[in-house]
């Protein structure tokens, strides 16, 4: 327990970025679990469409903190890789 009132408000302010975090990796990851389903289906036209979402979604959360630029710029290309890979 906080004893401090700038600890407790630390302690609230923790509780809110770990609930904005887990928000924002659920909506990436059913984004990408949608992305890859079109993929192994060889839809490209919705895959198509679901990339943009995926990259929207998982650039917004990097640059609110939730992911690494990096990790989020990894993630987005290999996704890329694999609707381009469609088309060929």
Do not use: C, P, W
């Not at 770990?18 to 990851?29: A, D, Q, Y």
């Not at 990339?51 to 990894?74: C, E, M, N, P, W």
Request: glycine share 4%; aromatic share 4%.
């Amino acid at each position: 327990m906080a004893n401090h009132k700038s600890a407790a408000k630390r302690a609230r302010q923790s509780v809110q970025k770990k609930t904005f975090r887990s928000r924002t990796k659920g909506s990436v990851r059913s984004a990408e679990k949608k992305l890859r389903q079109a993929i192994a289906g060889k839809d490209q036209t919705l895959a198509q469409t679901l990339l943009t979402q995926f990259s929207s979604k998982i650039d917004k959360a990097a640059s609110k903190g939730v992911y690494h630029y990096r990790t989020a710029a990894r993630r987005i290309s290999r996704a890329a890789q694999q609707v381009h890979k469609l088309g060929a």
